[in-house]
């Protein structure tokens, strides 16, 4: 066995760990990769003292506080706990709580846990903090839309630092679940379509929790979810089966949480979808035989909310008892909300059915993660620390800073932006226009609407005093009757400029949030449309946790800007791109479609035998639409211009375990500073099994004065150019691999290298 240099992926995150790969042998026709080798614990503490104090514990504990330990319960929404649970909690029976949250509030149950209980084992307290827990952050997908891992990277350590403040001592996030059907409201929980940028996002987001030592006052424990194939429901409907071959579940949904899983992540949680006919809460292959054995992950598993006790609904188990059963031996570690490990496991070792060495394991990876965690010597949150950390105004300025960022330009024509800052009217319109809750998106942690900057604020703070800005919402959201309209149509008239903002409530994204139409809702389009035909200069700004089908929109409105969910700050972030004190450099990292009929459409597609060919009938398309996307995937304009020049590479030919540099100038060709985002995709023309037509493998996003040029270089390994074979084993194929350097997914710079034997 010859080891390959352990490689992190230089191509971004370039402090990253390694994701170890080992040569496992040689053939003539391929370099087999084994993908895993263990992975370094993450805390720094000794980790045999951590084991024999785990051991000492569990020695300690009777069945009844071990299946304690395996059990998490829920408090209310506003954040207290029950006091039903009080009770549980001192005679050792919950291990974990969520939603409970606030200093006090978990000192208070955690006082009981510490104090009252017979074997002090404190209690963990977890909450969903996806993009920040009171300084809201752009929702993930926007954030993703920034390309730029250490933003996102700072943005999840300062959600951390908020958090953990407050008692939440872990959150359920990374949501690293890769989307391609943006009908499924989740879409806006993950970083899109892509498994190579989801895995750059997946590891930033795990750092930016967790930091080298989750036990850190300012980090948090962090949890990737949901594992697996979650996102792939069929027909975009939430928590609908999904089938997958093992081929996509390998190179599509397993990376990001493998990229998680490598970089430490403590906690994975298993999601709710039936898997090829094993719901993944109960799933061995995914749970036990990848997580466990090949990513050798030592940390414990989570169930998604009473996703045990829903195997009974899914067909998988008759009743409870078997329900505990299938998810223990398969590796779900703890039980979210229901109780059904409480209730039957005892009874089901006592009949042989389930062995107490199962239990002990589950045991000691939750207690092996709470003495991680530093827990047991500093069980306690500070309230002055949480008074003094939530919403300082630098956590504002840094979430101003990167929902800027994650704007995506999709339109601009005839540089209508960005706006002058001395107009003499302008026209603020739309539903979103003065919305302070919908701003925070879904999943919004214990942000508050008040704490929000609307658009209209942020574009009235930032225009001089000779600008008149008019404002009128026009329409509800999701109105049938548009009272409105007049009065918008009339101020957009007497405008310069009208800037239109529309989109989708917070709740209609999200879980539980799946739609079967990506139109505007309510009468937002005709609005659009009146405005537009007023003939005054309009820009469409999209508030929105999916891709939408803006045809019309793209087709008529001079400009539009994505702005997705922008967060605590978003009406500043919005305005420093309309008004041009940031230029935007977002590319989506999603694609969007013209309309929903082409879904499930994503920019790695597999080529087909009769690739569309308009003049020939019997080719892959439709009758009655395109088969291109309206924008695609790492699509994005800027205030300025750039041009690739100059593309090498190191070697055009290449052995499977080495690697090619590929290199590329990047000019700033236009009249202002902006941002481009450089993104390499690599096509294996021919190979044993069919490829995708791209596949994005490497991306930089550089900051470019008026005539400045750069060089930015990549580096393609065997991770890269690796893919499972027939026989499920990563390997590098020798033969001709194209090489696409470019802004966008679509067009680029081109050249070919060689793998030879
Ligand atoms: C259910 C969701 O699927 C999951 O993402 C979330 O973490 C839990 N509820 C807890 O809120």
């Known amino acids: 066995m010859i080891a390959l240099r352990p490689s992190s992926d ?65 408090g209310d929404a506003d954040g207290s706990y029950r006091p039903e649970h009080l009770d549980l909690v001192r005679r050792g029976l919950v291990g974990a ?25 404190p209690l963990l307290f977890g909450f969903d903090v996806l993009h920040g827990y009171r300084t809201i952050f752009p929702v993930p997908l926007g954030e993703a839309s920034s390309w730029d891992p250490e933003a996102v990277e700072r943005a999840a350590h300062i959600a951390a630092t908020e958090a953990r403040a407050a008692g939440v001592t872990w ?67 939430d928590y609908n089966t999904t089938d997958l071959s093992e081929r ?74 078997e329900a505990a059963r299938l998810a223990l031996d398969a590796g779900v570690d703890m039980e979210m909300v229901s109780r059904l490990y409480a209730r039957h496991v005892p009874h089901l070792i006592k009949e042989g059915k389930l062995s107490m060495a199962a239990v002990d394991e589950a045991v000691r990876r939750v207690l092996r993660v709470k003495f991680r965690l530093g827990l047991f ?44 800052k001395n107009l003499r009217s302008l026209a603020v319109i739309g539903p979103l226009a003065d919305d302070q809750k919908n701003m925070l998106g879904p999943w ?24 008149q800005v008019h404002y009128a919402p026009g ?14 149509v009339r101020l957009a008239r007497q405008s310069d400029v009208a800037i239109v903002v529309v989109g989708e409530s917070a709740e209609m994204s999200g879980e539980a949030a799946s739609r079967a139409s990506l139109d505007l809702p309510g009468r937002q389009l005709e609005l659009v449309k009146a405005i537009h035909a007023t003939g005054t200069p309009t820009v469409v700004v999209l508030v929105n946790g999916r891709p939408l089908a803006i045809s019309w929109i793209a087709d008529h409105v001079p400009a539009i800007l994505e702005t997705w969910f922008a967060g605590t700050e978003a009406g500043h972030a919005i305005a420093d791109v309309l008004f041009g004190d940031v230029t935007p450099g977002g590319k989506l990292p999603v694609t969007f479609p013209r309309s929903v009929g082409q879904i499930p459409i994503y920019y790695n597609h597999k080529m087909t035998g009769r690739p569309p060919d308009p003049r020939n009938k019997y080719t892959s398309k439709y009758l009655d639409e395109e088969v291109t996307p309206l924008f695609p995937f790492g699509y994005g304009l800027s205030y300025t211009e750039f041009r690739l020049t100059n593309l090498q590479l190191s070697a055009r030919r290449l052995r499977p375990t080495e690697r090619v540099t590929v290199s590329v100038d990047v000019e700033n060709v236009g009249p202002r500073t902006g941002d481009e985002v450089v993104q390499l995709y690599i096509r294996d023309v021919a190979a044993s099994v069919t490829r995708p037509v791209r596949e994005l493998k490497g991306f930089e996003r550089v900051t470019l004065r008026p005539g400045e040029k750069r060089r ?46």
Not at 28 to 34: D, E, G, K, Q, T
Not at 382 to 402: F, K, M, N, S
Not at 725 to 746: I, K, L
Request: overall charge neutral.
């Open 97 to 121: 709580f969520l939603n409970v949250r606030g200093a006090r509030r978990v000192n208070e149950l955690q006082r009981i846990a510490v104090e009252e209980s017979r074997l002090k084992i």
């Open 377 to 420: 010597e500093r069980p306690y949150a500070d309230e002055a620390r949480e008074r003094a950390l939530v919403l300082r105004p630098e956590h504002r300025a840094a979430a101003r800073g990167i929902a800027a960022r994650s704007i995506v330009l999709l339109k601009n024509d005839g540089g209508l932006l960005p706006l002058g």
């Open 712 to 757: 930015v270089t990549f580096t393609l390994g065997p991770e890269h150019l690796g893919f499972y074979n027939r026989q499920m084993r990563f390997v590098v194929e020798p033969g001709e691999f194209r090489v696409f350097v470019g802004t966008s997914s679509v067009g680029g710079l081109e050249a070919s290298i060689e793998v030879v034997q």
């Open 475 to 488: 329409c509800g959201i999701t109105d049938a009757a548009c009272a409105g309209m007049d009065e918008a």
């Open 444 to 467: 919004s942690g214990d942000g508050r609407a008040e704490d929000v900057v609307t658009i209209l604020a942020g574009i009235r703070a930032k225009v001089g005093p000779e600008t």
């Open 248 to 321: 996509t579940l390998r190179e599509v949904y397993l990376p990001p949480f493998r990229a998680a899983v490598e970089a430490g992540v403590g906690t994975i949680m298993s999601a709710f979808n039936d898997l090829n006919g094993i719901p993944a809460s109960a799933n061995p292959l995914t749970l036990r035989t990848i997580l466990r054995g090949e990513w050798t992950f030592d940390g414990f598993v989570l169930s998604d909310y009473t996703a045990i006790e829903e195997l009974i609904a899914h067909g998988l188990a008759a009743d409870g008892a």
């Open 171 to 237: 959150t359920f996030a990374p949501m690293v679940d890769i989307a391609r059907d943006p009908r499924w409201g989740r879409i806006v929980e993950g970083s899109g379509e892509d498994p190579y940028l989801g895995s750059v996002m997946a590891r930033a987001r795990v750092r930016g929790f967790q930091g080298h030592d989750y036990s850190a006052p300012d980090r948090v424990l962090a949890c990737a979810k949901h594992f697996v194939g979650y996102g792939a429901a069929e027909g975009g409907r």
């Open 10 to 74: 230089r191509n971004v995150a370039k402090r990253s760990r390694s994701w170890g790969r080992m040569i496992r042998g040689l053939s003539l026709m391929s370099v087999v990769l084994l993908v895993g080798m263990p992975v370094s614990p993450q805390s720094p503490r000794p980790a045999d003292e951590i084991e024999r104090k785990v051991e000492a514990l569990l020695r300690q504990m009777t069945l009844e506080e071990k299946l304690g330990q395996l059990q998490m319960l829920d």
